[in-house]
């Protein structure tokens, strides 16, 4: 089974810390996302990476940053976190999807809240 | 820009009642298309996808959608609801020229016995 783990399930951070949420995936993906799911809002994309320290934008980037190193690890960071980014943080995983029959694939979540 | 909408936010049925959730995307070009579903307390998982070939496509637990490529829709439907099927459900779309995932906003569906 393709596993995506996130490493924590519940932070609670101070305004101003900076904030790594990390994720890794064991099944040799080239696509990982990172998205904030809030409530009547859905599922909004903040950055994803298609390959090692390759990453695109998504439609909210803005306070956030992002590491990949490595192929199965991918990193979001928050340089200072501020109350607003208090929300469900998914990360996903994909294999390269354009022209082929595939999926991505969800961690649990980790919800942050800062204070 | 690319988006997806989800036009019913929170959807409350009976038991045995009939389902179909909106989801319409813009977007001109090539388009792979998902329904994911998010259970109480569990994470998303794929409920059915549109590639390519019969644009009616069946996911699992009785799920179907329709591909609708000139209404730009792809609207799920389940004939016969159950109460364990109360969840969250999310349209997406990935654009083919890309692997970037977009999803809408969902639609609470809650079901009572």
């Excluded at chain 1, 998205?35 to 809002?41: C, I, N, S, T």
């Excluded at chain 1, 490595?70 to 607003?84: C, G, P, V």
């Excluded at chain 2, 319409?24 to 579903?37: A, K, M, R």
């Excluded at chain 2, 099927?85 to 009572?112: M, P, S, W």
Aim: with cysteine; net charge neutral; hydrophobic share 35%.
């Amino acid at each position: 089974d393709v596993k995506v783990t996130q490493s924590s399930r519940y932070l609670v951070k101070r305004t101003g810390e900076k904030v790594f949420l990390e994720c890794v995936q064991d099944m040799d993906h080239e696509n990982m996302f990172w998205y904030r799911q809030d409530p009547g809002l859905g599922l909004r994309l903040i950055y994803f990476s298609y390959d090692v320290k390759m990453k695109e934008k998504g439609d909210i980037p803005e306070g956030y940053s992002v590491s990949r190193e490595k192929k199965e690890r991918f990193s979001l960071i928050l340089e200072s976190a501020s109350t607003n980014q208090t929300s469900m943080y998914l990360c996903a995983s994909s294999p390269s999807v354009t022209g082929s029959n595939t999926e991505a694939f969800f961690g649990q979540g980790t919800r942050l809240t800062v204070v | 820009a690319q988006s997806v909408s989800q036009h019913n936010h929170h959807v409350i049925l009976s038991e045995a009642a009939s389902l179909e959730l909106g989801c319409n995307y813009s977007y001109g070009g090539t388009v792979n298309l998902f329904w994911y579903v998010q259970y109480p307390g569990q994470h998303l998982q794929l409920l059915l996808k549109y590639f390519s070939g019969d644009p009616l496509v069946k996911g699992i637990k009785g799920f179907e959608a329709e591909f609708i490529k000139s209404k730009f829709s792809f609207n799920l439907r389940k004939p016969s609801v159950q109460w364990s099927d109360t969840a969250e459900y999310f349209c997406a779309v990935n654009l083919h020229n890309t692997d970037k995932l977009i999803f809408g906003t969902g639609t609470r569906l809650q079901v009572f016995p």
